[in-house]
C-alpha cells in the first residue's frame, strides 16, 4: 500500500526569503485590525456587554421573524437585534442592557415570555446584568495577559533569551490576527471567544516551541551554520510534522463546525483559524524574526559561564 | 532496546482497562446504573464496582442557573434601622433625650446630646450595641463593627465600619443561603444546587427548570412578616408604610413589633370559611402567642396592620383578645399567592433582598440536541482523523488510533472519577483533543523516519525516536497545559467545563501516545522482526 505524504521528505525549502512577503503581510493586517478594532470593534456579547438573550424556536413552520421584530420593538426595551438561523424556524433575540440596575434586567424575559410562549418554544435564555458583565470583561483580560505573562516565565526558564523573543513575539502575532477574525466575521466575542483565545495562545506556543526545539538541537550540532540556513533547515525537518498536526486539528475542528451545532459553531471557526494563523506564524513571522533578533549572541555570551551544550 | 518485562506489560494494561472501566457508569442512565448494581451478587464488594459518573452540566441537561446577589444597601437599611431601634430603647432606659430625635445616616445614626454628663452616662450603654468582628482563625482582631465618635458640641455619630459591614454581608449571605434552600426544598425540586460564590453571592443551579420566572419570585421576596398597631392620631413615634390595597396609600403605623416571621412556627394555605377567600393560617410560638395574646388584650377595638415585606396587607380589627396563638392573614391574595406566601413564612424571612445578577436557561430541546451535535461531531472527527493517520502511516497509524480511542476512553474514565462536569465547550475540548493528542505520535513518528532515514538501524531509531521526541512533547503539551491551568481558574461553568477536558486530555495523551504506543510498537517489533518502517 502506498501510504500518503503531504509534504515531501528531505525539502529544502528557503522558508526565510519568504519574510520579504510574510513580514509586510502581517503588518498590514495586524495594522488592519487596529484599525477595524478601533472603528467597527468587536460584537461584544452579553457576557461582556450584558443584556439578555434568547433562543426562540418556531412550535410549528417557520418564524416570523418581521412580527417578531415589530412585537419586541413595541416592548420599549430599546434596540433589539433580531436575528433568524438555521432554516426550521429558530431565532435569536438580543436586548441591551436595561437601566435601573440588576432587577431591571428581568422584565424584558418575562414580556417576552408572555408574548412569544404560545408560538415560540425558549431554547436558551440568558440574562447578564451589569455588575456581572464588568467582572467577566475584567476576568476575560486578566485572563489574557495572565496567559501572556505564564508563558513569558515558561519560555524564559525554557529557552535562551532570544528564541524566547521571537517565540512571544509570534503568540502577540497570533492573538492580535485572531481579534482581528473576531472583528471581520463579527463573530460574539464572549467569554468563549476567551477561551478559544487561550487555547489558541496554547497552539500558537505549541507550534513555535517544536521549531524551536529543534531550532536550539541544530545549533549545538552545526556551531558555524549561518543562522538563516540554520532556520530554514528547522522548519524543513518539521514541516511533515507542522503539516501532518496542523490537518488532524484542522479535520477535528471541521466535523466540529459542520456538525457540532450553533452553540460550538462559532468557536470552531475561530479555532480553525486560530490554527491557520499559528502554523503560518510559527513557520514564516517567529522563525524569521530570530534573523533579526541574532541567535548565536547570547550562546556565545554563555559559554564562558560554564553551560552544558551537549554536542552530537 | 525495546524489551518489555511481562510484569510492566500487565501494570500498564490494567491501569488502562481500569481507566476505562471508570467511564463505564457515565454510559449509562441513572436506572441503569441503579439497576446494574443491584443485580451483582452480594459477595462483590461495593468498592469494586465503578459507581461514580460524569455529571452533565445545564446546558446539556437543561435548566437554570440563576445568580443572587445580597442587596446590600438593602441589608445596610435594615441594619440601620436596627440601630435606631436599639438607640431608642438605650436612650429610654437612660431616660437621655437628644435634641431633634434620632437623625438616620446611610450607615448609621447620629444623636446630639449637649449635655456632657449624660453623655458621660450614655456611652458605655452606646458602646454595648457594638460587637467586636470575630475571626474565626485569628481570633478577635479587636476592632469592633460600629464606630462611635463624639464631637466636643455633643454630636454622637455611630457608623458601621467596613469591616462591620462586610461581617454583616457574609452573615446575611450564609443565613440566606439557608433560608434559600429551604425555600427551594419546601417546593420539592429536583436535585438543585445551591453554592455560594464570593462574598455575597448565591448561585442557585436547578436542572430541568424551564422558567426560573416563580423561584426568582419566590427568592426575589424577603418575606419579613411584623404584627404591629395601626398609629392612633397625634401619635409621634410612627413608621408610613404604603397599603397593599387601595392604591399604595400610606398608613401610619406604630413602630413597636409585637410579634414577626421568626414567632411562627406553622403557616398553611387556607381558605376563609366565611368569604370563600385565600388566606393563610398560622400558628405562633410560645412567645409569639404570648406577646400577641397580651396586646391584643390590651387592644381591643384597634386595629392590627399585619405587615409583610414593609407594607401593610390588611389592618383588621381586634374584636377579640386572640390568646390560643393561631391566626390567619387575609389580604385579597390569589390562591398562588397564598401557596407562596405560606412556603415563605415556613421557610422564614430573608436577611436582605436578593437582587438576580445572572441568570441562565436552557431548555431541554437544545440541551438534548447538543448533546446529539456533539456525539456526531465526535465521531467524525474520530473517523476523519483515524483515517488519516493510518493513510499516512499504515501500522504505525493504526497503533497511534488504538492510543487515540484510548485517550477518549481515558478522558471518560477520569472525568468519570473526579465527577465532572461535561458542558457543551467541553464536548468541543473533547473533538479538539482527539485532533491535537495524535501529534505526540507525530512528533515521534517523524523522528523515528528521519532517525532511520539517517542510517540508525530500525530498533535503534525507533528508541532514539522516543526519546528525542519525548523533550519536545513534553514542551508542546506543557505550553497548551498553562493556557488550559489559567482558563480553568478564570472561567465558570461551561467554560471550565472546556478546561477540565483539555487538562486531562493533556494528562492522558501523554501516557498514551508515549507509554502505549511505545509498548505497541516494542511488541510488534519482536514478534515481527521487520527489516523496514512500514511507513
Same mark, same amino acid.
Given at each position: 500500500?502506498?501510504?500518503?505524504?503531504?509534504?515531501?521528505?528531505?525539502?529544502?525549502?528557503?522558508?526565510?526569503?519568504?519574510?520579504?512577503?510574510?513580514?509586510?503581510?502581517?503588518?498590514?493586517?495586524?495594522?488592519?485590525?487596529?484599525?477595524?478594532?478601533?472603528?467597527?470593534?468587536?460584537?461584544?456579547?452579553?457576557?461582556?456587554?450584558?443584556?439578555?438573550?434568547?433562543?426562540?424556536?418556531?412550535?410549528?413552520?417557520?418564524?416570523?421573524?418581521?412580527?417578531?421584530?415589530?412585537?419586541?420593538?413595541?416592548?420599549?426595551?430599546?434596540?433589539?437585534?433580531?436575528?433568524?438561523?438555521?432554516?426550521?424556524?429558530?431565532?435569536?433575540?438580543?436586548?441591551?442592557?436595561?437601566?435601573?440596575?440588576?432587577?431591571?434586567?428581568?422584565?424584558?424575559?418575562?414580556?417576552?415570555?408572555?408574548?412569544?410562549?404560545?408560538?415560540?418554544?425558549?431554547?436558551?435564555?440568558?440574562?447578564?446584568?451589569?455588575?456581572?458583565?464588568?467582572?467577566?470583561?475584567?476576568?476575560?483580560?486578566?485572563?489574557?495577559?495572565?496567559?501572556?505573562?505564564?508563558?513569558?516565565?515558561?519560555?524564559?526558564?525554557?529557552?535562551?533569551?532570544?528564541?524566547?523573543?521571537?517565540?512571544?513575539?509570534?503568540?502577540?502575532?497570533?492573538?492580535?490576527?485572531?481579534?482581528?477574525?473576531?472583528?471581520?466575521?463579527?463573530?460574539?466575542?464572549?467569554?468563549?471567544?476567551?477561551?478559544?483565545?487561550?487555547?489558541?495562545?496554547?497552539?500558537?506556543?505549541?507550534?513555535?516551541?517544536?521549531?524551536?526545539?529543534?531550532?536550539?538541537?541544530?545549533?549545538?550540532?552545526?556551531?558555524?551554520?549561518?543562522?538563516?540556513?540554520?532556520?530554514?533547515?528547522?522548519?524543513?525537518?518539521?514541516?511533515?510534522?507542522?503539516?501532518?498536526?496542523?490537518?488532524?486539528?484542522?479535520?477535528?475542528?471541521?466535523?466540529?463546525?459542520?456538525?457540532?451545532?450553533?452553540?460550538?459553531?462559532?468557536?470552531?471557526?475561530?479555532?480553525?483559524?486560530?490554527?491557520?494563523?499559528?502554523?503560518?506564524?510559527?513557520?514564516?513571522?517567529?522563525?524569521?524574526?530570530?534573523?533579526?533578533?541574532?541567535?548565536?549572541?547570547?550562546?556565545?555570551?554563555?559559554?564562558?559561564?560554564?553551560?552544558?551544550?551537549?554536542?552530537? | 532496546?525495546?524489551?518489555?518485562?511481562?510484569?510492566?506489560?500487565?501494570?500498564?494494561?490494567?491501569?488502562?482497562?481500569?481507566?476505562?472501566?471508570?467511564?463505564?457508569?457515565?454510559?449509562?442512565?441513572?436506572?441503569?446504573?441503579?439497576?446494574?448494581?443491584?443485580?451483582?451478587?452480594?459477595?462483590?464488594?461495593?468498592?469494586?464496582?465503578?459507581?461514580?459518573?460524569?455529571?452533565?452540566?445545564?446546558?446539556?441537561?437543561?435548566?437554570?442557573?440563576?445568580?443572587?446577589?445580597?442587596?446590600?444597601?438593602?441589608?445596610?437599611?435594615?441594619?440601620?434601622?436596627?440601630?435606631?431601634?436599639?438607640?431608642?430603647?438605650?436612650?429610654?432606659?437612660?431616660?437621655?433625650?437628644?435634641?431633634?430625635?434620632?437623625?438616620?445616616?446611610?450607615?448609621?445614626?447620629?444623636?446630639?446630646?449637649?449635655?456632657?454628663?449624660?453623655?458621660?452616662?450614655?456611652?458605655?450603654?452606646?458602646?454595648?450595641?457594638?460587637?467586636?468582628?470575630?475571626?474565626?482563625?485569628?481570633?478577635?482582631?479587636?476592632? +469592633?463593627?460600629?464606630?462611635?465618635?463624639?464631637?466636643?458640641?455633643?454630636?454622637?455619630?455611630?457608623?458601621?465600619?467596613?469591616?462591620?459591614?462586610?461581617?454583616?454581608?457574609?452573615?446575611?449571605?450564609?443565613?440566606?443561603?439557608?433560608?434559600?434552600?429551604?425555600?427551594?426544598?419546601?417546593?420539592?425540586?429536583?436535585?438543585?444546587?445551591?453554592?455560594?460564590?464570593?462574598?455575597?453571592?448565591?448561585?442557585?443551579?436547578?436542572?430541568?427548570?424551564?422558567?426560573?420566572?416563580?423561584?426568582?419570585?419566590?427568592?426575589?421576596?424577603?418575606?419579613?412578616?411584623?404584627?404591629?398597631?395601626?398609629?392612633?392620631?397625634?401619635?409621634?413615634?410612627?413608621?408610613?408604610?404604603?397599603?397593599?390595597?387601595?392604591?399604595?396609600?400610606?398608613?401610619?403605623?406604630?413602630?413597636?413589633?409585637?410579634?414577626?416571621?421568626?414567632?411562627?412556627?406553622?403557616?398553611?394555605?387556607?381558605?376563609?370559611?366565611?368569604?370563600?377567600?385565600?388566606?393563610?393560617?398560622?400558628?405562633?410560638?410560645? +412567645?409569639?402567642?404570648?406577646?400577641?395574646?397580651?396586646?391584643?388584650?390590651?387592644?381591643?377595638?384597634?386595629?392590627?396592620?399585619?405587615?409583610?415585606?414593609?407594607?401593610?396587607?390588611?389592618?383588621?380589627?381586634?374584636?377579640?383578645?386572640?390568646?390560643?396563638?393561631?391566626?390567619?392573614?387575609?389580604?385579597?391574595?390569589?390562591?398562588?399567592?397564598?401557596?407562596?406566601?405560606?412556603?415563605?413564612?415556613?421557610?422564614?424571612?430573608?436577611?436582605?433582598?436578593?437582587?438576580?445578577?445572572?441568570?441562565?436557561?436552557?431548555?431541554?430541546?437544545?440541551?438534548?440536541?447538543?448533546?446529539?451535535?456533539?456525539?456526531?461531531?465526535?465521531?467524525?472527527?474520530?473517523?476523519?482523523?483515524?483515517?488519516?493517520?493510518?493513510?499516512?502511516?499504515?501500522?504505525?497509524?493504526?497503533?497511534?488510533?488504538?492510543?487515540?480511542?484510548?485517550?477518549?476512553?481515558?478522558?471518560?474514565?477520569?472525568?468519570?472519577?473526579?465527577?465532572?462536569?461535561?458542558?457543551?465547550?467541553?464536548?468541543?475540548?473533547?473533538?479538539?483533543?482527539?485532533?491535537?493528542?495524535?501529534?505526540?505520535?507525530?512528533?515521534?513518528?517523524?523522528?523515528?523516519?528521519?532517525?532511520?532515514?539517517?542510517?540508525?538501524?530500525?530498533?535503534?531509531?525507533?528508541?532514539?525516536?522516543?526519546?528525542?521526541?519525548?523533550?519536545?512533547?513534553?514542551?508542546?503539551?506543557?505550553?497548551?497545559?498553562?493556557?488550559?491551568?489559567?482558563?480553568?481558574?478564570?472561567?465558570?461553568?461551561?467554560?471550565?467545563?472546556?478546561?477540565?477536558?483539555?487538562?486531562?486530555?493533556?494528562?492522558?495523551?501523554?501516557?498514551?501516545?508515549?507509554?502505549?504506543?511505545?509498548?505497541?510498537?516494542?511488541?510488534?517489533?519482536?514478534?515481527?522482526?521487520?527489516?523496514?518502517?512500514?511507513?
Amino acid at each position: 500500500m502506498r501510504l500518503l505524504r503531504i509534504w515531501p521528505e528531505n525539502s529544502h525549502f528557503d522558508f526565510m526569503s519568504l519574510r520579504r512577503f510574510s513580514f509586510p503581510l502581517s503588518a498590514f493586517l495586524s495594522l488592519l485590525t487596529v484599525v477595524l478594532l478601533m472603528t467597527i470593534g468587536l460584537n461584544f456579547g452579553i457576557d461582556f456587554k450584558g443584556g439578555t438573550l434568547m433562543e426562540l424556536q418556531a412550535k410549528s413552520g417557520h418564524a416570523d421573524v418581521a412580527k417578531i421584530r415589530k412585537a419586541a420593538d413595541s416592548f420599549g426595551f430599546g434596540e433589539v437585534e433580531v436575528q433568524e438561523f438555521g432554516t426550521a424556524g429558530g431565532v435569536s433575540l438580543r436586548f441591551p442592557i436595561q437601566q435601573g440596575g440588576e432587577s431591571a434586567q428581568s422584565a424584558v424575559v418575562q414580556k417576552a415570555r408572555d408574548t412569544f410562549s404560545d408560538e415560540y418554544e425558549f431554547r436558551r435564555v440568558e440574562t447578564v446584568g451589569p455588575r456581572v458583565s464588568g467582572e467577566l470583561v475584567q476576568s476575560g483580560t486578566i485572563g489574557i495577559i495572565l496567559a501572556v505573562i505564564a508563558v513569558l516565565f515558561y519560555l524564559w526558564f525554557r529557552f535562551e533569551r532570544e528564541l524566547a523573543l521571537g517565540a512571544i513575539f509570534g503568540t502577540l502575532h497570533d492573538i492580535v490576527l485572531t481579534i482581528g477574525f473576531f472583528v471581520i466575521t463579527q463573530h460574539e466575542f464572549n467569554m468563549t471567544s476567551i477561551a478559544a483565545i487561550l487555547t489558541i495562545v496554547g497552539y500558537s506556543l505549541n507550534e513555535t516551541v517544536v521549531v524551536f526545539d529543534r531550532t536550539r538541537e541544530l545549533m549545538r550540532r552545526y556551531k558555524t551554520m549561518p543562522t538563516k540556513e540554520l532556520l530554514n533547515l528547522s522548519i524543513n525537518t518539521t514541516m511533515s510534522r507542522t503539516v501532518m498536526t496542523a490537518a488532524t486539528t484542522a479535520l477535528s475542528l471541521l466535523a466540529l463546525v459542520i456538525f457540532g451545532g450553533r452553540a460550538i459553531e462559532s468557536f470552531a471557526q475561530v479555532m480553525l483559524s486560530g490554527v491557520a494563523i499559528c502554523t503560518y506564524s510559527a513557520i514564516f513571522i517567529s522563525s524569521p524574526m530570530l534573523i533579526y533578533i541574532g541567535l548565536r549572541s547570547s550562546e556565545t555570551a554563555k559559554a564562558p559561564e560554564g553551560k552544558v551544550a551537549p554536542a552530537e | 532496546m525495546l524489551r518489555y518485562s511481562r510484569s510492566k506489560i500487565i501494570a500498564t494494561m490494567a491501569v488502562i482497562v481500569i481507566g476505562l472501566l471508570l467511564a463505564v457508569p457515565s454510559m449509562m442512565s441513572r436506572e441503569q446504573r441503579l439497576a446494574f448494581q443491584n443485580s451483582l451478587p452480594s459477595w462483590v464488594p461495593s468498592w469494586l464496582v465503578p459507581s461514580r459518573a460524569i455529571v452533565l452540566g445545564l446546558d446539556l441537561q437543561g435548566g437554570s442557573h440563576v445568580l443572587l446577589e445580597v442587596d446590600v444597601p438593602d441589608l445596610l437599611r435594615t441594619q440601620t434601622t436596627q440601630l435606631r431601634d436599639d438607640v431608642r430603647r438605650v436612650l429610654r432606659e437612660a431616660r437621655v433625650s437628644p435634641q431633634g430625635g434620632i437623625q438616620l445616616l446611610p450607615r448609621g445614626v447620629q444623636i446630639r446630646v449637649p449635655d456632657a454628663a449624660e453623655r458621660e452616662k450614655l456611652m458605655p450603654k452606646l458602646r454595648e450595641l457594638t460587637q467586636p468582628i470575630g475571626n474565626a482563625v485569628l481570633g478577635q482582631s479587636g476592632s +469592633r463593627d460600629i464606630e462611635i465618635t463624639t464631637t466636643p458640641e455633643g454630636l454622637i455619630t455611630m457608623a458601621y465600619t467596613d469591616a462591620g459591614v462586610n461581617e454583616k454581608v457574609r452573615r446575611a449571605t450564609e443565613q440566606a443561603i439557608e433560608v434559600v434552600r429551604r425555600r427551594i426544598d419546601i417546593q420539592g425540586t429536583t436535585e438543585p444546587s445551591i453554592q455560594r460564590q464570593g462574598a455575597d453571592r448565591i448561585l442557585v443551579q436547578v436542572p430541568g427548570l424551564q422558567d426560573p420566572q416563580r423561584l426568582k419570585e419566590l427568592l426575589g421576596k424577603t418575606a419579613k412578616l411584623e404584627f404591629r398597631l395601626l398609629a392612633q392620631p397625634g401619635a409621634t413615634d410612627v413608621d408610613m408604610l404604603a397599603m397593599k390595597e387601595a392604591g399604595g396609600q400610606k398608613v401610619p403605623v406604630e413602630r413597636r413589633v409585637i410579634a414577626e416571621g421568626g414567632d411562627l412556627i406553622d403557616a398553611q394555605p387556607s381558605f376563609d370559611s366565611r368569604s370563600n377567600e385565600p388566606i393563610v393560617n398560622f400558628r405562633f410560638n410560645i +412567645r409569639g402567642a404570648q406577646r400577641f395574646g397580651q396586646a391584643t388584650t390590651e387592644n381591643l377595638e384597634r386595629s392590627l396592620a399585619i405587615v409583610l415585606d414593609n407594607e401593610v396587607v390588611s389592618a383588621p380589627t381586634i374584636k377579640s383578645p386572640i390568646t390560643g396563638g393561631q391566626g390567619m392573614i387575609s389580604g385579597r391574595f390569589t390562591v398562588q399567592q397564598v401557596n407562596d406566601l405560606a412556603v415563605l413564612l415556613r421557610a422564614g424571612a430573608l436577611p436582605a433582598k436578593l437582587t438576580v445578577v445572572e441568570e441562565r436557561t436552557v431548555g431541554p430541546g437544545l440541551g438534548q440536541d447538543s448533546i446529539q451535535a456533539g456525539k456526531m461531531a465526535t465521531y467524525v472527527a474520530t473517523v476523519l482523523v483515524v483515517a488519516f493517520m493510518f493513510m499516512t502511516y499504515g501500522l504505525f497509524g493504526l497503533f497511534a488510533n488504538i492510543a487515540l480511542l484510548v485517550h477518549v476512553g481515558l478522558i471518560f474514565g477520569l472525568m468519570s472519577l473526579l465527577e465532572a462536569t461535561l458542558t457543551l465547550p467541553g464536548i468541543a475540548g473533547i473533538v479538539l483533543t482527539i485532533g491535537t493528542a495524535v501529534d505526540s505520535n507525530v512528533l515521534i513518528y517523524e523522528r523515528i523516519r528521519e532517525e532511520v532515514h539517517a542510517g540508525r538501524s530500525i530498533v535503534s531509531g525507533i528508541q532514539a525516536g522516543f526519546e528525542r521526541a519525548f523533550a519536545t512533547i513534553i514542551d508542546s503539551n506543557s505550553t497548551m497545559a498553562i493556557a488550559a491551568v489559567i482558563l480553568f481558574f478564570l472561567g465558570s461553568g461551561p467554560v471550565r467545563g472546556f478546561a477540565v477536558v483539555f487538562i486531562l486530555g493533556i494528562l492522558t495523551t501523554v501516557i498514551t501516545a508515549v507509554t502505549l504506543t511505545r509498548m505497541m510498537i516494542a511488541l510488534w517489533y519482536h514478534w515481527a522482526r521487520p527489516k523496514a518502517l512500514p511507513f
